[in-house]
C-alpha cells in the first residue's frame, strides 16, 4: 500500500514539474515562433491534466480545448469545440455569439485553404456567411466581440514570451498562458480593421445610429446614442438606458432594444463620451435623467412612452430617476440595482477596497479604462500594500499613486446619510411611485442586497406598489442577460436557465404594447428553488419561508441539537490580533473530501439532517456579544456540507456592530458589556438541502485586504491606522445568540 502511494506521488510531481521543448530562438525570432506554436498546442492537447477537465469542468475543458485547436491549425475541429462550449455555457442558443471573433478567424482560414483564395477574401465570405446564421438576438454583440484590443495583447504576448528569454524548456501552466495570448494576437491583428468595417457595413445595413450631444438646463453636456431598426417607420416607446460605462456598449444596449421593436436609447452620464462636464458618479442622475426623458418623449420616433432597463449602475440609474417621477415613463426595470449608500462602495457600512478600482474605471477617460480595471495584479497587490502596511483606508488611493477626491468624498459618509438618502427614494418618496416595475436579481448577484432594498422600501411605503421581483441562481451578470448553465463551477436546474432579455421585453411588452403577461410572473416574488428544478411564486418576500430553525452557537457534539436552546448560557471566546499582518490562513475540515476557510472565525457544526429540507429567504437572528472595543466588523457564513462531503456556501452576511441596529446612525459598543447585534440584509437563497447534509456555520472577524478595518477605537473607521490596534480584539460569543435560518415547506 505505501509502495503505491509512493508511486502516485511520483506521479503527481512528475505531471507538475513536466516540461515541453520550446527553443531560445521563438522569443526573438516569430518566423521560428510560427513554427513552433502548432507544435506546442498539439502536445498541450494530449495532456493528462487537460484531459482531466473534460470530467470535472466541462466549460473550462471546451475553452481550453478550442482555443489550443487554432493555435494547432485544426481550425475544423476548434469550431466544433467552440460549439459545444456554448452549448454547455447556456441553454437555448443563448450563447451562440460567445467568442465569435475566434470563430470568424477559423472559417476564414478554412475558406482560405478550400477556396485557394486570400485571407482577405476568406474572412469577408465566412464573415457573410456566419453573420446571416445569426438570430437578431445574437447579432447585437458582433461589433464588441470583434473589438479585439491587438496592442494590448501584442503586449501580453510579449509578456508570455520575455518569460522564456535564456530557456529552451517551459511548463504546462506557462505554455497555456502563451498558446492564449498567442492566439489573441494572431486572431485580433489577423482580422482587423477588415472585421469591423464588415461589421459596422451589416449594423448600417438593419439599423439607423445616431448620436447626439444634449444640453440640460444647468448647462451641463450629456451624449445620448439612439438606434432604430430601419422597417420601423412609425412612433414606438423608447427604452432608456442610462450608461456609465460609455463606450460599445451604448450601441449594443440601443440595438438590444431595437431589436425587440422598440426605440434604443442611451444617455451617458455626465463627464463621458462628448461631456467635458465633471464626472462625479451617482450624484446628477435624478436631475439629468427627468430632462433626457422629457426630450425622448418629444421626438418625432416616439410614441410618448418611455420605459427603462439596465443593471448595477444602470439599475441604480432607474431609481434615480423616479426619484423625480417624469409622466413620460411608464416602467422601470432595474436588473442588479446597486443600493448606493447601502451595498455599494460599502456594504452594511464597510466600505469596500473595490470603490477605487471601479472609481478609476469609469473616471480615467471619457470611456472605460479596461486595461487598469482588468488588471487584477495590479490591484491586488495595491489592495495587499495598503492592508500589510497598516495604514488608514484614507490611504488607499495615495498607496495606488493616484490621490482620488471621488474616494474621499465617499470616505465623509460613512452612515446612510443624506449625501446617499437623495440620489435616489427614501422613505416616504416610495409612496409616490405607483408605475409597475419589475426587478432581476441573483442569489450570487453582487448587489442583490441593493435591489431587494429598493424593491422592500417600495413595497413598505406604497402598500400598492406595482413591483414584481424575479429571483434564481444567478451571479451579477446572469440577472441582466441570461442563466449561465455553470454559476460558480455549479449546475443550475434548466428550469433556471432563461433569458432575462427575453423576460423584461416581454414585460414591456405588456406594459408599453398591452401585450401579454409574462408567464413566470403569477405573483409578485418569482423565485427559483435550487435542487427542485421548480419557481415559486408568493405574494412576499416574508412568504418564501414557512417557518424558521435557529441555529444557536453551539456545536451539535456538545449539544442534543444545535437547533435547540442551549439549557446554560455560556460563551466561546475570540480573539484577533489586527497587529498581526502575516497571518496564515486556518481551515476545518468538515468531511473527508473538503474543509472551509475559518481565518479570523470560529464554527459551529449541526448534527446530520434526517430528512429533506428547503431553505428559502435570508438569515436573520441576531449576535450576543461582549468585546473590549466599541465596535468591530462581524462576518458571517452559512454552508452546507453536502452526503458527498462537498460544500455548498448557502448565505453571507458582514456588518458593522455600531451601524448593525440603525445604518444611518452609528451606536458604538461598551467595552465589556454584553450587546445584541441584529442580523439583518444577509444573502438570499432558496435551495432544497438533502437528508443527509449538515450545516456548518461561521461567525467572527471582517479582516482582509478587501474592506476597510476596523480596529474598534470608535473613531472614524476610515481614520484608524495599525497604531490604533492596542490590544488584540476579544469577543465572547455567548450560546444564546443565534441565526435564524428561513424555512419553506409545501
Not at 436631475?287 to 426630450?295: A, K, L, N
Not at 479604462?369 to 490591484?379: G, I, L, M, P
Not at 490562513?585 to 468538515?590: H, I
Request: charged residues 25%; aromatic residues 12%.
Amino acid at each position: 500500500m505505501k509502495i503505491r502511494i509512493l508511486l502516485a506521488l511520483i506521479f503527481v510531481n512528475l505531471l507538475q514539474a513536466q516540461k515541453f521543448y520550446f527553443p531560445k530562438t521563438a522569443v526573438t525570432d516569430s518566423t521560428v515562433l510560427d513554427k513552433q506554436m502548432p507544435l506546442l498546442a498539439s502536445k498541450l492537447i494530449t495532456q493528462p491534466r487537460l484531459q482531466k477537465l473534460k470530467n470535472t469542468n466541462k466549460i473550462a475543458f471546451s475553452d481550453n480545448l478550442f482555443r489550443l485547436q487554432m493555435v494547432a491549425k485544426d481550425y475544423k475541429k476548434s469550431v466544433a469545440t467552440l460549439s459545444d462550449y456554448r452549448n454547455e455555457f447556456a441553454d437555448h442558443s443563448m450563447a451562440g455569439n460567445r467568442f465569435i471573433a475566434y470563430e470568424f478567424y477559423s472559417l476564414a482560414k478554412l475558406a482560405e485553404e478550400k477556396d485557394k483564395i486570400s485571407f482577405h477574401d476568406a474572412l469577408q465570405k465566412a464573415f457573410n456567411k456566419k453573420y446571416e446564421s445569426l438570430t437578431d438576438k445574437l447579432i447585437t454583440k458582433v461589433n464588441m466581440a470583434v473589438d479585439g484590443d491587438v496592442a494590448a495583447a501584442r503586449k501580453l504576448l510579449k509578456e508570455s514570451l520575455d518569460k522564456q528569454k535564456d530557456k529552451d524548456s517551459i511548463d504546462y501552466g506557462t505554455a497555456l498562458a502563451l498558446c492564449n495570448n498567442y492566439l489573441n494576437y494572431k486572431t485580433y491583428s489577423g482580422i482587423k480593421p477588415q472585421i469591423m468595417d464588415l461589421a459596422k457595413a451589416k449594423e448600417q445595413e438593419k439599423f439607423i445610429i445616431e448620436t447626439k450631444d444634449l444640453k440640460t438646463k444647468n448647462g451641463s453636456t450629456l451624449t445620448i446614442t439612439i438606434v432604430r431598426k430601419k422597417e420601423n417607420t412609425s412612433p414606438l416607446p423608447v427604452i432608456l438606458t442610462n450608461n456609465i460605462y460609455a463606450g460599445p456598449f451604448d450601441t449594443y444596449f440601443g440595438k438590444r432594444a431595437a431589436i425587440y421593436n422598440y426605440v434604443g436609447a442611451v444617455v451617458n452620464t455626465r463627464g463621458k463620451r462628448n461631456s467635458n462636464d465633471e464626472n462625479n458618479p451617482f450624484e446628477h442622475e435624478s436631475q439629468d435623467i427627468y430632462e433626457v426623458i422629457d426630450w425622448i418623449s418629444k421626438q418625432p420616433w416616439s410614441n410618448g412612452k418611455v420605459g427603462m432597463i439596465g443593471g448595477s449602475y444602470l439599475g441604480f440609474s432607474q431609481w434615480a430617476a423616479v426619484k423625480k417621477l417624469h409622466p413620460a415613463l411608464k416602467t422601470i426595470v432595474p436588473q442588479v440595482a446597486v443600493g448606493i449608500g447601502i451595498d455599494y462602495p460599502a456594504q452594511n457600512n464597510i466600505f469596500m477596497s473595490y470603490m477605487l478600482q471601479w472609481i478609476n474605471y469609469v473616471t480615467n477617460n471619457k470611456l472605460t479604462d479596461e486595461a487598469d480595471f482588468n488588471n487584477s495584479t495590479k490591484w491586488d497587490s495595491i489592495n495587499t500594500a495598503w492592508y500589510k502596511s497598516g495604514k488608514s483606508f484614507r490611504a488607499l488611493d495615495t498607496i495606488s499613486g493616484k490621490p482620488n477626491k471621488i474616494f474621499q468624498r465617499w470616505l465623509d459618509h460613512p452612515g446612510y446619510d443624506e449625501y446617499w438618502q437623495k440620489m435616489v427614494p427614501y422613505k416616504e418618496d416610495f409612496a409616490n411611485i405607483n408605475i409597475p416595475i419589475l426587478t432581476t436579481t441573483g442569489y450570487y448577484d453582487d448587489d442583490q442586497i441593493g435591489a431587494l432594498s429598493y424593491f422592500k422600501a417600495h413595497h413598505q411605503y406604497n402598500k400598492n406598489a406595482n413591483h414584481y421581483l424575479v429571483m434564481g441562481p444567478y451571479d451579477h451578470g446572469g440577472a441582466q442577460s441570461y442563466g449561465f448553465t455553470y454559476v460558480g463551477g455549479r449546475p443550475i436546474d434548466t428550469a433556471a436557465r432563461i433569458s432575462i432579455d427575453d423576460l423584461a421585453f416581454s414585460w414591456f411588452d405588456y406594459i408599453l404594447k398591452n401585450g401579454k403577461k409574462p408567464e413566470l410572473l403569477k405573483d409578485k416574488i418569482n423565485f427559483q428553488v435550487m435542487n427542485t428544478n421548480t419557481w415559486k411564486h408568493v405574494p412576499t418576500l416574508e412568504k418564501m419561508h414557512t417557518s424558521t430553525v435557529k441555529f444557536y452557537l453551539q456545536d451539535h457534539k456538545n449539544a442534543s441539537s444545535v437547533f435547540n436552546q442551549p439549557s446554560e448560557k455560556n460563551f466561546v471566546k475570540q480573539t484577533v490580533d489586527f497587529k498581526n499582518r502575516d497571518q496564515k490562513d486556518t481551515y476545518y475540515k468538515v468531511s473527508k473530501v473538503d474543509s472551509v476557510k475559518t481565518t479570523n472565525s470560529i464554527h459551529f457544526e449541526s448534527e446530520v439532517l434526517d430528512k429533506d429540507l428547503i431553505i428559502s429567504g435570508n438569515l436573520s437572528g441576531f449576535f450576543n456579544v461582549a468585546i473590549n472595543k466599541k465596535d468591530f466588523d462581524t462576518d458571517t457564513y452559512l454552508y452546507q456540507v453536502q452526503p458527498d462531503g462537498k460544500t455548498f456556501l448557502l448565505s453571507t452576511h458582514i456588518v458593522r456592530a455600531s451601524y448593525a441596529k440603525n445604518n444611518a446612525v452609528r451606536q458604538l459598543l461598551t467595552p465589556g458589556k454584553i450587546e445584541q447585534i441584529p442580523i439583518i440584509n444577509s444573502i438570499f437563497i432558496s435551495k432544497k438541502i438533502e437528508k443527509g447534509s449538515k450545516l456548518v456555520l461561521l461567525v467572527g472577524v471582517n479582516k482582509t485586504p478587501s474592506w476597510q478595518i476596523n480596529y474598534g477605537t470608535g473613531k472614524d473607521v476610515s481614520d484608524e491606522t495599525i497604531k490604533d490596534a492596542g490590544e488584540p480584539l476579544e469577543i465572547k460569543w455567548y450560546n444564546d445568540s443565534y441565526v435564524e435560518i428561513p424555512i419553506y415547506q409545501e
